[in-house]
């Protein structure tokens, strides 16, 4: 959850690795027996924990190499159970729940060390054609191309662009454009896990922080629905809002638009919101 304003005043947040692994490398995972794979692609990212959104593109890759080809993730609902290290493999395990005519539903279970970190539910669909229809038009937001980069500092082979107008309150954009900087070929999979990948930098938490007493903890679980087909490899619009805290949880939605305007994802997540200092920890930390 890192970003560099355009004028170049690092915004709070984990550094950035000091050498990046292509994403392409980093979101592969090789199989090492039925149905269980392995992500083998690690880095040294010093104190902070895996980020969440790399293992829940990591598990979604794992379960697509077990669809039929003509199946892309049209869902997923993970849920954050502990922190990891970017520093050592991750092993994911899926079970097919089941295969229908049109829908495949996978299980996904991620560990480290034999600790279960992650779970991730998906669901797969063969396309077809139905009535096609955007209920709300895209946030407000300048092309990319005429706005100053910013440098989305955790994220690995990924360029960012920031409009203008920011929620104040928030310390992390509320609101970016981002595209992959890596040859993602017309793989609809791995567009899908690049898009995961990115889905979970942010928080529309981050604009109810009241500058002292209440804070955004760990993630505690994460939903992403494609609507329809995206390349990664083209600009694309997040756009991330607070909807309620109450019990010592927030939980939020987003949106995620194509360059022509068009929605091709939404997302939701709920994560700690207490008072007091945020946690050492990050997505999954013990809690």
Known sequence: MSLTSPAGTALPGPPSPAEHAALTALLAVEETGPDRFL???????????????????????????????????????????????????????????????????????????????????????????????????????????????????RLHSMEGRLPPGQLASAE??????????????????????????????????LALHDGSRFATGPSLDHSLWFHRPARLDEWVLVDVVPRVVAGGRGWYSGTVHAADGTLVASLAQEALFRSGPPPTGRTGSDR
């Open 39 to 153: 992500a083998l692609c690690t880095f040294d990212e010093g104190p902070h924990m895996l980020y969440g959104g790399q293992v829940a593109a990591q598990a979604l890759a794992a379960a697509g190499r077990t669809v039929p080809p003509d199946r892309v993730p049209h869902s997923l609902h993970c849920a954050f159970l502990r922190g990891g290290t970017a520093a050592e493999p991750t092993e994911f395990a899926v079970e097919r729940d089941r295969d229908g005519r049109s829908f495949s539903a996978r299980r996904v279970v991620a560990r480290q060390r034999g600790r279960v970190l992650f779970t991730l539910s998906a669901s797969f669909h063969r396309p077809e054609a139905g009535r096609e229809l955007d209920v709300e038009p895209a946030p407000a937001a300048p092309p990319a191309a005429t706005l100053p980069a910013v440098e989305l500092l």
């Open 172 to 205: 992390w954009p509320t609101r970016f454009w981002a595209r992959c900087t890596d040859d993602l070929a017309d793989d609809p999979l791995l567009h899908a896990c690049v898009l995961t990948y990115l889905s979970d930098l942010s928080s529309g938490l």
